[in-house]
C-alpha cells in the first residue's frame, strides 16, 4: 500500500463531486456552471405562503380601516418574507402588455442588431449577454434603461472626488415603438413604486411621504430580463443568489416563472409561483438600513428552463447619487441604536461598478463578443511590448548521446556546471541535439493539428470528466481566469493509478485509462513513439540534474517506476484580444520536469528570477525547452527554484505546442533529499503525497473551491 498521506486543512476544505454525467456539457461554456452547494434543485418548492396583497383599497375611497389593514399586510410581508405579490395595483394591463411585446421583438433579433445597442464603458446603459452573478455567468441577456434620461450619478467610488456624470439610454432602432412603450411602462411602474414606499413607511410607523425625498433626483433603472432554453437546468442559473442594492424592486414575470426566494424561516429556496397580472416586490438593501433592520433584504436567484424561453421586467428603485444611507432618525433610540454608519449610494454603486470596467479594454471594440471570463486582471495583463533576453540558456548536451560521454570526465563536468548554473539562475533552459528524432515530433505535430481542425462535435467525443481527467478539454481556468486555448492530455503508462481521494484516509487508487481519438487514425501510434522519445530525453536531463546536485546520477529514478507523467497537446486559437487574454496565465508546474515543443509562433514567457520582468523565449529551431517543477524544488531544498511561466496570444497566428509533464507515482512522498539537509541545511518543506496532492489539484477542474489553490509553498518550514 502506498505510504500515509500528511494531511493538511487544504484537502479537508473540499467537498465530495457528484456532477451527473450530461451528453451536452462539453457544448456549454464552463462558466455558466454554478457551484455544488448553489446549483438548483429540481425538485420545486412552491410557496403558498408568499403574501399576495390586493392594492385595490388604494385606487377606491379612503377607508382608513381598510388602509391600516393594508398597511399591516405590507409590514407583515416585509418583516417575515421581504418579498409579496400586488394585484390590483393600478398599472394599466394594455401598457404592460405594449412593453412585454416589445421586449420580445427586441430580444428576437439578431445578436449583431442587439449590439448595436450595446452598453460599454462610457455608458453601462443597453444590451449586455455576459452577466456575472458571483464571479459565475448568468444564463440570460438583458437591455438596460434609466428612468430619468438622462441621469446624473457619480463619477468615481473616490470620497473626495465630487465629480458627476451622465447616463443616457440608448435606444434600439428595433421595434420601431420600443422608446415609447418603455416611457410609458417606466412612468406606470414608478406610480406604483411610490405607492408602495408610501405603504412601507406607514408599517414602520413614519409619515407615508418620509422617504419621497430621496427620489427627487432617482438613479432608478428598469432592466428587460431575456432567459433563452438552457439545457443544464440543474448546473446553470439564470441568475446567481443576490440581494438587491437599491431601494425597492418592482417585477413583472411571464407565466414561465422561475424566480426562487430564500424563506427566512428555514433557508430553503421557494418558486414564488407566477401570479395573473401580479407583481413582484422585494425590499432591498437600502430599506433594510433605513428600517434598522427591522425589515430584511432578502437573498433570491432565477431558475432556468430547458423547454421554454422566459422573460421578465424589474424595475429598480434607486435613490439619489447623492443620497446619504443610514438608519432613520426615527428608528433609533438607546435600546435600539444604530447598525450601520452611513455611506454614499453613488460612491457605492461607483466601487460596485469599478471591477466591471476594470475587467475590458476601453479602446477594444470586440470586447462584447469576448467572454470576460478570458479577461486577466490589470496587473497580471500581458505587455505587448516584448522583452527578449539573449543570456537565456541554450544547452546543447550532444556529449550526453556520445558512447565517450561517461569516460570524458572533463565534458562531462562541463554540462553538468552548465545545467546546473542554468537551474539556479532561471529555472529554464533550452537543449538542442537531443537526440529526439525529427520525424517523431513532425509526425505528432501533424497528428495533433489534424485534431483540432476537427469540427467541435468530433473533439468533444473524447473530451475529460471529473471521472477521467485526460482527455480533450476548452475550459482551462489558470488562477480562476479562463486560458484562451484548448487541449487534449494523454498519460504516458496507458493505464495509469492515481489516488481516488485528496481525503487523507482513503487508500482507494483508480485506474485511468486514455480516451483515444479516432481521427486521424495515426495519432495513437505517433503519440506512442514520441513519448517514448520524451521519456528517454526526461531521463537524460533527469540524472544530469541530479549530477548538478552533487547526487548520483541515478538518483532520482526510483521515484518513476510507476510515473504519473502525460502529454499536453496545446491549441492557441488567434485572440482578438492579445493585450487583455492570456493562452495560460501565471503559473508554475506541480510536478518534476517540463520539456516543451513549441512551434514557431512562440508565446512562452518566464519571470526573470534577478527583477521579476517577464521574458520571452524565442523559439529555437528543434531545440526543447526544460523547466523544472515544484518537485525539484522540494528535492533540492530550495536549491533550484521552480518558476512562473505564462503564455502570450496571438491576434493573427494559432499556435500549437506539447508540454511532456514528467511525474512520479502516486504514491510517492515528495519531500527534500537526506543527502541535501543537515543542521545547516535543515529541510524546508514538510512531506506530501504526490497522489493526494494531484487529486485536490483536478477536483479544481470541475469545482471552484473557495479555498487557495494548493501549493508547495503550503507545506514549507515555518523558520
Known amino acids: 500500500?502506498?505510504?500515509?498521506?500528511v494531511a493538511t486543512n487544504y484537502f479537508h476544505l473540499c467537498l465530495p463531486l457528484s456532477l451527473?454525467?450530461?451528453?451536452?456539457?462539453?457544448?456549454?461554456?464552463?462558466?455558466?456552471?454554478?457551484?455544488?452547494?448553489?446549483?438548483?434543485?429540481?425538485?420545486?418548492?412552491?410557496?403558498?405562503?408568499?403574501?399576495?396583497?390586493?392594492?385595490?383599497?388604494?385606487?377606491?375611497?379612503?377607508?382608513?380601516?381598510?388602509?391600516?389593514?393594508?398597511?399591516?399586510?405590507?409590514?407583515?410581508?416585509?418583516?417575515?418574507?421581504?418579498?409579496?405579490?400586488?394585484?390590483?395595483?393600478?398599472?394599466?394591463?394594455?401598457?404592460?402588455?405594449?412593453?412585454?411585446v416589445a421586449s420580445r421583438k427586441f430580444f428576437e433579433q439578431s445578436k449583431e442588431e442587439k449590439r448595436k445597442a450595446g452598453r460599454d464603458e462610457v455608458n453601462p446603459m443597453g444590451y449586455y449577454d455576459t452577466e456575472h452573478t458571483k464571479n459565475v455567468r448568468d444564463w440570460k441577456e438583458v437591455f438596460d434603461a434609466v428612468v430619468e434620461n438622462p441621469t446624473v450619478i457619480s463619477a468615481s467610488h473616490e470620497p473626495d472626488d465630487k465629480e458627476v456624470r451622465l447616463l443616457l439610454n440608448q435606444w434600439p432602432e428595433y421595434p420601431p415603438n420600443f422608446r415609447d412603450a418603455w416611457e410609458e411602462y417606466a412612468q406606470e411602474t414608478q406610480k406604483l413604486a411610490f405607492k408602495l414606499l408610501e405603504l412601507i413607511c406607514l408599517s414602520l410607523g413614519?409619515?407615508?411621504?418620509?422617504?419621497?425625498?430621496?427620489?427627487?433626483?432617482?438613479?432608478?433603472?428598469?432592466?428587460?430580463?431575456?432567459?433563452?432554453?438552457?439545457?443544464?437546468?440543474?448546473l446553470a442559473l439564470g441568475v446567481g443568489r443576490h440581494k438587491d442594492a437599491g431601494a425597492l424592486t418592482v417585477l413583472a414575470q411571464d407565466d414561465v416563472g422561475g424566480l426562487e426566494v430564500k424563506r427566512k424561516s428555514d433557508g430553503e429556496w421557494i418558486l414564488v409561483k407566477p401570479t395573473p397580472n401580479a407583481y413582484i416586490v422585494n425590499v432591498g438593501d437600502i430599506i433594510q438600513v433605513w428600517s434598522n433592520d427591522k425589515y430584511e433584504s432578502v437573498e433570491h436567484r432565477v431558475m432556468v428552463n430547458s423547454e421554454r424561453e422566459r422573460y421578465s421586467i424589474p424595475f429598480f428603485f434607486?435613490?439619489?447619487?447623492?443620497?446619504?444611507?443610514?438608519?432613520?432618525?426615527?428608528?433609533?433610540?438607546?435600546?435600539?441604536?444604530?447598525?450601520?454608519?452611513?455611506?454614499?449610494?453613488?460612491?457605492?454603486?461607483?466601487?460596485?461598478?469599478?471591477?466591471?470596467?476594470?475587467?475590458?479594454?476601453?479602446?477594444?471594440?470586440?470586447?462584447?463578443?469576448?467572454?470576460?471570463?478570458?479577461?486577466?486582471?490589470?496587473?497580471?495583463?500581458?505587455?505587448?511590448?516584448?522583452?527578449?533576453?539573449?543570456?537565456?540558456?541554450?544547452?546543447?548536451?550532444?556529449?550526453?548521446?556520445?558512447?565517450?560521454?561517461?569516460?570524458?570526465?572533463?565534458?562531462?563536468?562541463?554540462l553538468v556546471s552548465e545545467i546546473g548554473e542554468a537551474c539556479t539562475k532561471w529555472g529554464f533552459f533550452q537543449v538542442i541535439n537531443h537526440g529526439v528524432p525529427l520525424q517523431r515530433l513532425e509526425n505528432v505535430q501533424s497528428a495533433v493539428k489534424k485534431f483540432f481542425d476537427q469540427p467541435k462535435e468530433e473533439q468533444l467525443k473524447v473530451r475529460r470528466d471529473e471521472l477521467n481527467p485526460f482527455g480533450y478539454s476548452e475550459s482551462d481556468h489558470t488562477t480562476n481566469v479562463r486560458d484562451w486555448k484548448e487541449v487534449i492530455d494523454i498519460t504516458v503508462e496507458d493505464p495509469i493509478l492515481l489516488a481516488a481521494s485528496h481525503e487523507a484516509d482513503n487508500m482507494e487508487v483508480w485506474e485511468w485509462v486514455n480516451r483515444w481519438p479516432k481521427y486521424p487514425p495515426e495519432f495513437r501510434e505517433a503519440f506512442k513513439e514520441y513519448a517514448n522519445e520524451m521519456q528517454k530525453l526526461a531521463y537524460k536531463?533527469?540524472?544530469?540534474?541530479?549530477?548538478?546536485?552533487?547526487?548520483?546520477?541515478?538518483?532520482?529514478?526510483?521515484?518513476?517506476?510507476?510515473?504519473?507523467?502525460h502529454i499536453r497537446f496545446n491549441h492557441y486559437p488567434p485572440c482578438p484580444i492579445p493585450g487583455l487574454a492570456l493562452g495560460v496565465g501565471r503559473h508554475k508546474d506541480a510536478i518534476a520536469l517540463t520539456i516543451l515543443a513549441q512551434?514557431?509562433?512562440g508565446g512562452l514567457e518566464v519571470r526573470r528570477k534577478t527583477?521579476?520582468?517577464?521574458?520571452?523565449?524565442?523559439?529555437?529551431p528543434d531545440a526543447y525547452i526544460i523547466n523544472v517543477g515544484d518537485m525539484i524544488q522540494v528535492w533540492s531544498n530550495d536549491r533550484y527554484e521552480s518558476v512562473e511561466h505564462r503564455v502570450m496570444v496571438n491576434p493573427e497566428r494559432e499556435?500549437?505546442?506539447?508540454?511532456?509533464?514528467?511525474?512520479?507515482?502516486?504514491?510517492?512522498?515528495?519531500?527534500?533529499?537526506?543527502?541535501?539537509?543537515?543542521?545547516?541545511?535543515?529541510?524546508?518543506?514538510?512531506?506530501?503525497?504526490w497522489g493526494k496532492f494531484l487529486a485536490f489539484r483536478k477536483l479544481r477542474n470541475f469545482k471552484k473551491l473557495n479555498v487557495e489553490k494548493i501549493q508547495i509553498s503550503h507545506f514549507k518550514e515555518s523558520k
Request: proline fraction near 10%; charged fraction near 25%; charge should be negative.
Open 20 to 100: 451527473p454525467p450530461l451528453s451536452a456539457m462539453g457544448e456549454v461554456d464552463a462558466a455558466f456552471i454554478q457551484d455544488l452547494e448553489h446549483r438548483p434543485k429540481l425538485a420545486v418548492i412552491e410557496a403558498e405562503g408568499i403574501p399576495l396583497i390586493d392594492l385595490s383599497v388604494l385606487n377606491s375611497s379612503v377607508d382608513d380601516g381598510a388602509i391600516k389593514g393594508l398597511v399591516s399586510e405590507i409590514g407583515d410581508a416585509c418583516e417575515k418574507w421581504g418579498f409579496f405579490q400586488v394585484i390590483n395595483h393600478g398599472v394599466p394591463p394594455e401598457c404592460r402588455e405594449k412593453m412585454e
Open 599 to 601: 512551434d514557431d509562433v
Open 318 to 414: 434607486n435613490p439619489a447619487h447623492y443620497t446619504m444611507v443610514e438608519p432613520l432618525e426615527e428608528l433609533i433610540d438607546d435600546q435600539n441604536p444604530a447598525k450601520y454608519r452611513a455611506y454614499n449610494w453613488g460612491k457605492f454603486i461607483a466601487r460596485r461598478n469599478l471591477r466591471h470596467r476594470e475587467s475590458k479594454d476601453h479602446s477594444n471594440s470586440l470586447m462584447g463578443e469576448v467572454d470576460p471570463a478570458f479577461i486577466q486582471a490589470p496587473e497580471h495583463r500581458p505587455r505587448l511590448a516584448i522583452i527578449e533576453d539573449e543570456d537565456f540558456p541554450l544547452i546543447d548536451i550532444s556529449p550526453i548521446n556520445s558512447p565517450e560521454y561517461f569516460s570524458n570526465t572533463k565534458g562531462k563536468e562541463h
Open 611 to 620: 527583477d521579476g520582468e517577464w521574458v520571452r523565449v524565442e523559439p529555437s
Open 1 to 5: 500500500p502506498p505510504p500515509a498521506f
Open 541 to 565: 536531463l533527469l540524472d544530469l540534474i541530479s549530477l548538478s546536485l552533487g547526487l548520483p546520477a541515478s538518483r532520482l529514478n526510483g521515484f518513476f517506476k510507476d510515473q504519473t507523467s
Open 655 to 689: 499556435r500549437f505546442s506539447i508540454p511532456f509533464f514528467l511525474s512520479p507515482a502516486h504514491y510517492t512522498m515528495v519531500k527534500p533529499l537526506d543527502e541535501l539537509v543537515d543542521e545547516q541545511n535543515p529541510a524546508k518543506y514538510r512531506a506530501y503525497n
Open 206 to 234: 413614519l409619515p407615508a411621504n418620509r422617504l419621497n425625498g430621496y427620489f427627487k433626483d432617482q438613479t432608478s433603472f428598469m432592466r428587460l430580463n431575456y432567459y433563452p432554453k438552457c439545457p443544464i437546468p440543474h
